[in-house]
């Protein structure tokens, strides 16, 4: 298993690399537009194309408060998450800024979280995912205690529900 901190890929699963370089794009074939493709920073989605949907998506939504509050005591010190999503995918427009204004509002260290923006058939530049079988995006991937937990595309609940429920089994 491989841990991503920030950018440097930590060995879990093989061998040790860097990251390769971020905010990379590439032409989607089907239409012709930019898309994510690699390793990505957080701050590119402020900016055109994906700015449109992802300020949106996040100043409209609203997590509930009292499950926030409970969120916020029960991250793990230890906790890790990658974010892998399509910007061409509709559930990664909607479900990412819901989920970086959940982080954002339980004061999460944006330094534990790793961006990787995928291709139509789940694939990326310079590196394999294999490792992580990706089916879907988005995909919300939790590594704490040296355990793993996923949200997969949708939420069961809601974001913040269903990201209570992965911290609180990690305990």
């Given amino acids: 298993m491989k841990i991503f901190i920030g950018l440097l890929l930590v060995t879990v699963f093989g061998t040790s690399a860097l990251a390769q370089p971020v905010n990379q794009t590439i032409i989607d ?8 493709y690699g ?12 700015k449109s949907w992802f300020q949106e998506g996040y100043d409209n939504y ?16 230890d906790l890790k998450i990658f974010v892998i999503m399509g910007s061409w995918c509709s559930d990664s427009q909607r479900e990412v800024p819901h989920f970086l204004k959940i982080l954002d509002n339980v004061g999460f260290d944006q330094k534990n979280v790793t961006f990787i923006a995928v291709d139509h058939q ?17 995909t919300f991937i939790f590594y704490s205690n040296n355990r ?20 609180r089994n990690f305990k």
């Fill in 148 to 167: 793993e937990n996923r949200i997969v595309e949708t939420p069961k609940t809601t974001l913040e529900k269903d990201m209570l429920e992965i911290v």
């Fill in 122 to 138: 789940k694939k990326t530049s310079h590196f394999s995912l294999v490792h992580l079988k990706i089916e879907r995006v988005p």
């Fill in 62 to 77: 609203n997590p509930d408060k009292k499950t926030m509050k409970s969120l916020k005591r029960k991250i793990p010190v």
């Fill in 39 to 50: 390793y990505f920073t957080r701050d590119i989605l402020t900016t055109s194309p994906y």
């Fill in 29 to 36: 074939p089907k239409d012709s537009s930019e898309i994510l």
